[in-house]
């Protein structure tokens, strides 16, 4: 039966999914791509390939094909992408790109075609190999025509080794940042010295969320980023913060009180895998602490929740009054059920001298399932007492959340 005229003129959207999928499967999209219909193509979506035909594909997508917003390719480890040659999509046609989403892909593979697509509103690198292959001054380069850039997210892949070895990173910069003026979301997962390369470079003066994962036992040293969020007119405002631990990786959020739908908020997380030994968390996470005094003093509210790893030493968990006691601005703290008895063990062990200096503007101390737990008001009962002694008064109420 022959086509419709009607639907002769619809938006082609071409969608393949799974590692499994035959090898004809993906011969038939090819075919398809080289069709008289490969001008109506709006969408391409390519998830796991691992027989793709890459030089036929390359060769039919040099062609103009001016409705073509979306492309999201995600690689097999044995079907590595090439590099794409400067006549891809016909060239300056990249311009009508508005997503693009690339997966297992080296930035290499899709430097010509980042250098045109400029209109791109969305752009996310995903499990891109080892950063130690890539320069962040090319990636600067990439992004900095990219005027149009609302989102952008690069998520390098795990080093696969015990210690992170440092990189010389000298930073000769002559000439000032390149703006991206749209920029409002950064997600950054990969090594330090990639992202202080990387934001030397650039600066997005109206980003409201940045989010920034970094791998245990990497070194936190971050002068450009500071300069980076200071450019960024609402991203140092934030009077609360939540630590909270997902499968033992502690997240350190930044917010501003109440929120809503433009509040800038800052996170960080902090990565680790078997290999990461001997595991820190709180050793890391006092690293951003102190890198980020500034914005953690001026905290008047902090929630701690989730479940802390077990097999932290004592020593390690003792370390949570150096990080309370860098919040002096603090007049409310809530703590989660399963970590309120450590920290508020390790506070209650203060000498009277360092008691005395621990958090000077607290007000209401609120604690998840306090009424239900002996062990939990035993543990407060001591902390309590200790203020009253100094003339700090502290009103401790259970915490429904």
Same mark, same amino acid.
């Given at each position: 039966?022959?086509?419709?005229?009607?639907?002769?003129?619809?938006?082609?959207?071409?969608?393949?999914?799974?590692? =499994?999928?035959?090898?004809?499967?993906?011969?038939?999209?090819?075919?398809?791509?080289?069709?008289? @219909?490969?001008?109506?193509?709006?969408?391409?979506?390519?998830? &796991?390939?691992?027989?793709?035909?890459?030089?036929?594909?390359?060769?039919?997508?040099? &062609?103009?094909?001016?409705?073509?917003?979306?492309?999201?390719?995600?690689?097999?480890?044995?079907?590595?992408?090439?590099?794409?040659?400067?006549?891809?999509?016909?060239?300056?046609?990249?311009? @009508?790109?508005?997503?693009?989403?690339?997966?297992?892909?080296?930035?290499?593979?899709?430097?010509?075609?980042?250098?045109?697509?400029?209109?791109?509103?969305?752009?996310?690198?995903?499990?891109?190999?080892?950063?130690? @292959? @890539?320069?962040?001054?090319?990636?600067?380069?990439?992004?900095?025509?990219? $005027?149009?850039?609302?989102?952008?997210?690069?998520?390098?892949?795990?080093?696969?080794?015990?210690?992170?070895?440092?990189?010389?990173?000298?930073?000769?910069?002559?000439?000032?940042?390149?703006?991206?003026?749209?920029? $409002?979301?950064?997600?950054?997962?990969?090594?330090?010295?990639?992202?202080?390369?990387?934001?030397?470079?650039? =600066?997005?003066?109206?980003?409201?969320?940045?989010? +920034?994962?970094?791998?245990?036992?990497?070194?936190?040293?971050?002068?450009?980023?500071?300069?980076?969020?200071?450019?960024?007119?609402?991203?140092?405002?934030?009077?609360?913060?939540?630590?909270?631990?997902?499968?033992?990786?502690?997240?350190?959020?930044?917010?501003?009180?109440?929120? #809503?739908?433009?509040?800038?908020?800052? #996170?960080?997380? +902090?990565?680790?895998?078997?290999?990461?030994?001997?595991?820190?968390?709180?050793?890391?996470?006092?690293?951003?602490?102190?890198?980020?005094?500034?914005? +953690?003093?001026?905290?008047?509210?902090?929630?701690? +929740?989730?479940?802390?790893?077990?097999?932290?030493?004592?020593?390690?968990?003792?370390?949570?009054?150096?990080?309370?006691?860098?919040? $002096?601005?603090?007049? $409310?703290?809530?703590?989660? &059920? =399963?970590?309120?008895?450590?920290?508020?063990?390790?506070?209650?062990?203060?000498?009277?001298?360092?008691?005395?200096?621990?958090?000077?503007?607290?007000?209401?101390?609120?604690?998840?399932?306090?009424?239900?737990?002996?062990?939990?008001?035993?543990?407060?009962?001591?902390?309590?007492?200790?203020?009253?002694?100094?003339?700090?008064?502290?009103?401790?109420?259970?915490?429904?959340?």
């Amino acid at each position: 039966m022959e086509m419709p005229k009607a639907w002769q003129t619809f938006p082609i959207a071409m969608h393949h999914w799974g590692e =499994d999928t035959p090898s004809s499967c993906e011969e038939n999209l090819i075919s398809a791509l080289e069709s008289k @219909h490969f001008s109506r193509v709006c969408r391409i979506s390519f998830v &796991k390939f691992s027989s793709l035909p890459w030089g036929r594909f390359t060769a039919v997508m040099e &062609k103009p094909c001016p409705e073509l917003t979306d492309i999201s390719f995600s690689s097999s480890e044995d079907n590595e992408m090439p590099v794409l040659s400067q006549s891809f999509l016909g060239g300056s046609a990249a311009s @009508h790109l508005r997503t693009l989403y690339l997966n297992g892909v080296s930035p290499l593979a899709m430097q010509r075609l980042l250098l045109s697509a400029n209109n791109l509103v969305y752009l996310a690198l995903d499990r891109i190999p080892d950063s130690r @292959h @890539h320069s962040p001054e090319d990636m600067a380069n990439c992004l900095s025509g990219l $005027t149009r850039l609302e989102s952008l997210n690069l998520n390098f892949c795990p080093p696969r080794y015990l210690y992170l070895s440092q990189v010389s990173r000298p930073l000769l910069l002559s000439l000032a940042p390149s703006v991206l003026p749209a920029l $409002t979301e950064l997600d950054f997962k990969g090594r330090i010295y990639y992202l202080e390369g990387l934001v030397a470079r650039i =600066d997005a003066p109206l980003l409201l969320e940045l989010h +920034i994962t970094f791998f245990h036992h990497d070194a936190f040293d971050v002068p450009q980023l500071h300069r980076f969020i200071s450019h960024a007119k609402k991203l140092g405002t934030h009077t609360r913060a939540t630590v909270s631990y997902y499968d033992a990786a502690p997240r350190l959020r930044l917010s501003s009180q109440p929120r #809503t739908v433009d509040s800038p908020v800052l #996170t960080f997380w +902090i990565s680790y895998n078997i290999w990461s030994y001997p595991y820190l968390p709180l050793s890391s996470l006092g690293q951003v602490f102190t890198s980020f005094l500034p914005l +953690i003093s001026t905290l008047e509210e902090l929630d701690i +929740i989730g479940t802390g790893p077990t097999w932290i030493h004592l020593g390690e968990r003792m370390r949570w009054p150096e990080l309370l006691g860098l919040l $002096t601005s603090l007049k $409310t703290l809530r703590l989660g &059920k =399963d970590m309120a008895p450590q920290i508020i063990h390790a506070l209650s062990e203060l000498t009277e001298e360092r008691e005395r200096a621990m958090l000077p503007a607290l007000q209401s101390l609120f604690i998840e399932a306090f009424l239900s737990s002996e062990v939990i008001q035993d543990v407060v009962k001591q902390f309590f007492t200790a203020r009253q002694l100094s003339d700090r008064y502290v009103a401790v109420r259970n915490w429904l959340r």
